[in-house]
């Protein structure tokens, strides 16, 4: 190595700098895992705001009950689900621990908790649509069931995937904790 002060150290020739570019794996890992979990978190907020606006929009009497149809019981417990995504976000910055243990289990409460309730409330509604292909409820013009079951296809994917990369990301974060109390 050069010094300032005077020559390259002795037995070097330059090329002993390769084992100092590579970056650890569970620091790779923790990159790639943020990006994924920063993306599902913005899907949750795109599905999270659509049920709002059901909300909202039925709530305040915006547009007709044939236009948007009333939300179902399970739609207000599951406008909480937005605190997880919000611990999340702010877990990713710093590597905080915590808040992301915080978005982990308040996902599996305030996110797949209302979801699965749902999926039985919505239940009989839609083995009625499929029996006797009746609706009596709509979202501009397709039936209400069809369209929530949908929805909450995609957010029991996103849910699930978001727990699992925290998971993960958790992991390699305990790995760079466990590696540098071992030096």
């Known amino acids: 190595m050069a010094s300032r002060a005077g020559p390259r150290a002795a037995g070097t020739d330059g090329s002993d700098f390769s084992h100092r570019e590579r970056v650890a794996s569970h620091y790779q890992m923790s990159v790639a895992l943020k990006s994924e979990i920063r993306k599902l978190n913005l899907v949750h907020v795109?599905?999270?705001?659509?049920?709002?606006?059901?909300?909202?929009?039925?709530?305040?009497?915006?547009?007709?009950?044939?236009?948007v149809a009333t939300p179902?019981?399970?739609?207000?417990p599951y406008l909480i689900s937005i605190?997880?995504?919000?611990?999340?976000?702010?877990?990713?910055?710093r590597n905080n621990i915590s808040y992301l243990v915080i978005g982990m289990i308040?996902?599996?409460l305030f996110c797949i908790a209302p979801l699965i309730y749902g999926?039985?409330?919505m239940f009989p509604v839609a083995q009625q649509l499929y029996r006797h292909g009746k609706a009596y409820r709509f979202i501009f013009g397709f039936s209400a069931v069809s369209v929530m079951y949908l929805v909450m296809v995609i957010a029991?994917?996103?849910?699930?995937?978001?727990?699992?990369?925290?998971?993960?990301l958790l992991d390699a974060w305990f790995t760079s904790t466990q590696e540098k109390k071992k030096k």
């Open 72 to 76: 179902y019981q399970w739609e207000y």
């Open 83 to 93: 605190l997880p995504s919000i611990f999340s976000f702010l877990a990713l910055p």
């Open 119 to 121: 999926s039985m409330e």
């Open 46 to 67: 795109l599905i999270w705001v659509l049920v709002a606006a059901q909300v909202i929009v039925s709530q305040f009497n915006l547009v007709s009950h044939d236009t």
């Open 106 to 108: 308040s996902a599996g």
């Open 156 to 168: 029991v994917q996103v849910h699930a995937w978001q727990i699992y990369y925290s998971k993960q």
